[in-house]
């Protein structure tokens, strides 16, 4: 379990150790930038980043993100050896996404043990990952707060698949929104009847109603920590002269309570 340290901890300590010894090690103890590769988790609360060490052994044992895209979040400590020239990766929490983002770099600050001491040292971080979560979750609150985006009721049932539909509902504002795609999970697939999408909430327009049929796609159990996953549609919606964004739905009431029966269903059905 990681633990969370506040910022301002890792600062203080960072440079109450670094006035208060004499043989401060000299910088850099890591290498200065780090370059992010593609987000593996888009949407996720952690960005991975990979660190490699300068001339010698370190163990970094916290770490914090400052950036012009989310909100400062607590540092959280790591306790990671790296060798001397050797690289790893660590993971590192950030906040909110600030909508509309600031200005300026981000950086990655790391309390760093080397040689007995610890030191604060901010590394530059590379790479369009903040920039490219910033704009997808500031577009998904810009959309979701002018819509609700949801499944309707259950119109027809027939293991494996369920018949029901996506609703769009307008709670402000009057632009328009476009349900451009609907993307199934682990455990199911969804089908839209060919032309439906994409589908627009219009500028005066209060509801937009889309039939979907959802079947399930696997009868092989699902994988261990993934019952979240398997219950978890995607929609792309977009605004005019806008990128869609990618938005969550789950089903609810009698809609989840099918979709459960059938995978349960699945499950006891016997072998072939």
Do not use: K
């Not at 990681?2 to 850099?28: M, Y």
């Not at 949407?43 to 993100?65: K, L, N, S």
């Not at 895209?69 to 996404?97: H, K, M, R």
């Amino acid at each position: 379990m990681r633990h969370r340290l506040p910022l301002l901890a890792l600062v203080v300590l960072g440079f109450s150790v670094i006035a208060g010894c004499a043989a401060t090690p000299v910088f850099p103890v890591v290498e200065p930038t780090a370059v992010l590769g593609e987000d593996p988790e888009a949407g996720g609360r952690w960005i991975e980043v990979p660190v490699t060490a300068a001339d010698r052994d370190i163990r970094i044992t916290g770490a914090a993100f400052l950036t012009p895209y989310f909100t400062t979040t607590d540092g959280v400590e790591v306790g990671l050896d790296v060798a001397a020239g050797a690289s790893d990766t660590i993971n590192v929490p950030v906040g909110a996404a600030t909508c509309p983002a600031g200005l300026g770099a981000t950086t990655l600050q790391l309390v760093v043990e080397v040689d007995g001491v610890e030191v604060l040292q901010s590394v530059a971080v590379e790479g369009d990952v903040f920039e490219q979560r910033n704009g997808e979750e500031c577009g998904q609150t810009a959309i979701t707060g002018a819509i609700t985006p949801s499944f309707g009721s259950v119109s027809a049932s027939d293991a494996p698949a369920v018949s029901t539909s996506v609703l769009l509902v307008r709670v402000s504002g009057t632009e328009a929104v476009t349900l451009e795609s609907v993307r199934g999970s682990e455990q199911f697939s969804v089908t839209v009847d060919e032309g439906a999408l994409p589908a627009t909430l219009e500028a005066t327009g209060q509801r937009l109603e889309v039939p979907v049929t959802i079947t399930s796609i696997r009868c092989d159990g699902l994988p261990f920590g993934s019952t979240t996953t398997a219950f978890a549609f995607g929609l792309e919606l977009s605004r005019p002269g806008e990128d869609p964004v990618p938005v969550t739905i789950r089903p609810e009431g009698e809609l989840l309570a099918t979709l459960e029966d059938i995978v349960a269903s699945c499950d006891q059905a016997p072998s072939g």
